[in-house]
């Protein structure tokens, strides 16, 4: 994972593991047209505060946070779960970026 | 319109005793006074993978980073969050599903008493604790009856009894808990009622983010513009009636 330095550079290092949760959760068939609704409206959150603050320094601890939110969703052997963490995933990235949901 | 008991069949019965866990009360005790940030976190620990606490605290700075409080009361809470969370957690997948819906009930019933209309005359309760007639008038796991209307096979979650501010609320742990089914039965219960001349509003609250209860709304086809909805964000709009 490239350094964290920036806004921008959590959400970028964030993302490749979002989309390995989306392309893992898709293995529930039944939910396909769920996931593939999910992930896009939440990349557009996150692209819009990478827009609007990606310049910005990391404060303290986001350069820790973003690692630890990927370990987590790396571990994850389910794709019900995965499901879930489709929503959970930027709340929790949102949140140390010191955004609202 | 009247409400009733649901049956006590035999998923009531153990489902109770789930509902009875004092970790489900202790949680939703928390819960129902934490920040938007503090029950993210209980959201995420409550189905994450990691059973300890210091990869939880790493991934929310902003309640135990560098920059956070490092005493007082939200970091007292932000601790008491975590901890809770992980016991449940660290019960069996099953179980830990089981636990994690009857929280959302119990935030959902403290928060819902404390709605000022729904007070009562206060006798020696705690402040924002619905006494005496409002603890009548808030109830778990009630049918709603409707004359020449067959009775729903399920109860709602909480009701709000109170003549002319009915409630009838269901509860889920996540958007992907909002399904045709639910949203037929609360539609059903706010049209009954109208037919009766009766107002009954509608709620689903739904224990995660607005953006993730919209999509899911977004492709359902059951009726639902006229049903309320309260996401984890919005949830202290439950105590405001």
Redesign the interface.
Known sequence: MDPISTVGDAIAAARPAYDDLAAFAEDVEDEWSYINDLGPAWIERMDAVAEARGHEPAAAGVAEAVPALVAEVAAIDDPHRAIDWLSTFPQVLLVALGERP | MRFQDASPDARAVVYAGIQADPLVARAAVLLADAT??QR??A??VM????TGPS?WQ?????L?????PVAGAERERSEAVLAASLEVAERGEQVRSQVRGAIVESVTELLVRRRSGAAGVATGVAPGVAPGGAAAAVRRERRILFDGVRAEIHPYDVTVETPGAAEAIDCKW???GINADVLHQLDDARTHAADEDEALTATIVVF?????C???L??QTAPHAATRLIA??TLDRLAAR
């Open positions: 938007p940030a993210v976190l959201r995420a189905n994450g993978m990691s990869a790493a991934m929310f700075p902003t135990f980073g560098p920059g956070a996540g958007a992907r995660d983010a607005e953006r993730s919209l999509v899911r977004e492709r984890l964000e």
